[in-house]
């Protein structure tokens, strides 16, 4: 099964507007941090936003949120006021306690395309 | 400025051929990893390593290898057992291993083509 499912394959927001990507998990440990990464055309990782398994509150960080539904297993990323330079790929990950290597378990993207 | 520096970024590869993907790290960070990603689909780990001279299979290691003699550099070859190799390579590193919060830094990548 899937660790990491990421249901949107390509997205379309207007400029200015908030947009929704979602993500959803699977994981048996109780113990997790679940991370958002976006990746611009020119291919770099670039980290946005983390939230642990424990964590009560959502994260945000600046127009960044994680909206975190523990009990539905799901991370969605929340971008608010959408600007030009957001159109990029972005990926959810999970890396997991009871995994020794601590690897980062990726979904497969949604890309995401900012209109003006 | 520290980060990670994969070189080079782009490379091509003949039948036959094994070839080696460069990556180094300033950051002063313990583990790195090697990721490959396919059009369309995320990150798969190939190799990773906790601490010098240690190495470890990811899921996608068949054709691969890897050495970590120095804590700063992590390189990759790609082996002609590698029957697709065609792919954007990915290094990151990151501080420490015990802990779930603990996020990955990436290089920019290498993207590899078959001749």
């Known amino acids: 099964a899937q660790k990491i499912t990421q249901t949107q394959p390509g997205m379309f927001v207007q400029e200015k507007e908030a947009v929704t990507l979602d993500c959803t998990y699977d994981?048996?440990?109780?113990?997790?941090?679940l991370f958002w990464y976006k990746q611009p055309s020119s291919g770099e990782m670039i980290f946005l936003i983390y939230?642990?398994?424990?964590?009560?509150q959502n994260a945000t960080e600046g127009r960044y949120s994680l909206n975190f539904q523990k009990a539905r297993k799901s991370a969605n990323l929340v971008i608010s006021a959408s600007q030009l330079g957001d159109s990029a790929m972005y990926f959810c990950?999970?890396?997991?306690?009871?995994?020794?290597?601590?690897?980062?378990?990726f979904g497969s993207g949604t890309r995401l395309l900012v209109r003006p | 400025d520290g980060g990670i520096t994969q070189s080079p970024k782009y490379l091509f590869r003949k039948e036959g051929q094994n070839v080696t993907l460069s990556c180094e790290q300033n950051?002063?960070?313990?583990?790195m990893y090697w990721y490959r990603q396919d059009p369309g689909q995320g990150l798969r780990l190939i190799y990773y390593?906790?601490?010098?001279?240690?190495?470890q299979k990811g899921d996608i290691a068949e054709g691969y290898s890897v050495s970590r003699e120095k804590k700063e550099s992590f390189p990759l070859t790609v082996t002609s057992a590698q029957k697709n190799p065609t792919a954007f390579y990915l290094c990151?590193?990151?501080?420490?291993?015990?802990?779930?919060?603990?996020?990955?830094?990436f290089g920019s990548g290498t993207q590899l083509s078959v001749l």
């Open positions: 950051l002063n960070h313990d583990a």
């Open positions: 994981t048996s440990d109780q113990s997790y941090g």
């Open positions: 990950a999970m890396r997991e306690d009871q995994d020794s290597s601590y690897k980062l378990i």
């Open positions: 990151a590193s990151s501080i420490v291993t015990d802990s779930t919060n603990e996020k990955l830094f």
């Open positions: 390593s906790q601490i010098v001279n240690d190495f």
């Open positions: 939230q642990g398994s424990y964590d009560e």
